[in-house]
Structure formats: structure tokens, C-alpha cells
């Protein structure tokens, strides 16, 4: 089995790499290393914007638009990263993030983890994501709203609808999201 050579560093990872805030300036310099971003280095040019966040917000799930294209359930590439952060974390102040803030029982119910452009990243399931999508319908664009409705249905056999019953139940309005589920997908 080939060895997977770490591409992303964050600041401490970089010093640590290199042996000293002195070392990683000179590693920097020649190249060996370069800048993405405030706090995060890589031995790589390419560096896919999901594997950032990831290593940059690694208490996040993605989520959202950016969970749907991910799972394959769109090709409408989202312009901003949308990100699901329990209720109490730090407002994200970066541009190129949305950021959706969870109550803490309904924020790991449905975190899985995939591998996305070689990195592992925090993602909620496509059967908490079909929930997602239900709850938010009417915030959507419709078009939008149906062209995912369609994957899902054309996705039917891949999904676990006793998982979708029950994050269905971890929420409010359950009925009438059963109401969805039974009428759009099933």
C-alpha cells in the first residue's frame, strides 16, 4: 500500500516539521513549504478548499449546498463552504465560509467521515442531508430543491431509511417532515 504524504500543515504542525519558527521562515523561502493561508502551510500548490477548511475548522461538518455537491447530488458548485459548528462555537469570519450553527444534540447525529481530493473531511451523511434538505425546502430555490429531490430518488436503493426515520425524529416537526419524505422521495 502506498504512503499518503500529509500535504496540510497548520502553524504548529509546520514549526514542528521544520524545527523552529526560524526553519519554517527559511522553508517558506525556498519553497519548500508555501503559505495558503493565516495559520496553514502545505508542501503542495494545489490545495483542494475543502481540505483546507477541513484542517482549518477541524470541529466542523460540512453541510448544505456544499455537503449536496460533494455527495454528487448536484453539479452546481456552491460559491461559499457551509460549514455546521455546534451553537456555543466561535463565529467563522472567513469570507469563503457559511456557517450554520447547531444545537449540540443535533450536531454529530449523521457526521460521518470521506475522503474528498485525498483528505479526509467531516461531512453529514447523504440520509441526514436528505433531511436537511426537507427542513430547508422553502428557503431554497426550486429548481435547486428538485434537481436534489430527483438524486435522491434516483438514489433510493443507496439510502438507509431507518437513519432517515431517525433523524426525521430528532426533530420538531416530524410530521410534517414524514409528510415530505413520504410524498418527494419515497
Known amino acids: 500500500m502506498p504512503t499518503v504524504i500529509k500535504m496540510l500543515y497548520t502553524y504548529k504542525e509546520a ?5 523552529s519558527s526560524y526553519q ?7 519553497g519548500d513549504l508555501l503559505k495558503i493561508s493565516r495559520g496553514l502551510y502545505s508542501n503542495n500548490s494545489i490545495v483542494s478548499p475543502y481540505a483546507a477548511i477541513a484542517k482549518k475548522y477541524p470541529d466542523a461538518i460540512i453541510t448544505m449546498d456544499s455537503a449536496f455537491f460533494i455527495h454528487g447530488l448536484t453539479d452546481v458548485i456552491p460559491e461559499k463552504i457551509h460549514l455546521a459548528t455546534k451553537r456555543n462555537a466561535v463565529r467563522i469570519k472567513d469570507k469563503a465560509v457559511k456557517q450554520y450553527f447547531v444545537q ?19 461531512i453529514y451523511s ?3 442531508m436528505l433531511v436537511e434538505l426537507m ?12 434537481e436534489i429531490i430527483a438524486s435522491y ?3 433510493i436503493e443507496d439510502l438507509d431509511i431507518r437513519a432517515v426515520e431517525d433523524y426525521i425524529n430528532l426533530f420538531d416537526r416530524k410530521d410534517f417532515l414524514f409528510d415530505i419524505f413520504q410524498r418527494e422521495v419515497l
Open 15 to 19: 514549526q514542528e516539521k521544520c524545527g
Open 104 to 122: 449540540e444534540r443535533l450536531f454529530k447525529p449523521g457526521k460521518s467521515t470521506m475522503s474528498h481530493d485525498g483528505t479526509d473531511i467531516s
Open 126 to 128: 447523504l440520509e441526514r
Open 153 to 155: 430518488r434516483r438514489r
Open 24 to 30: 519554517l521562515k527559511r522553508a517558506l523561502e525556498r
Open 135 to 146: 427542513r430547508n425546502s422553502s428557503r431554497m430555490p426550486l429548481d435547486y430543491y428538485k
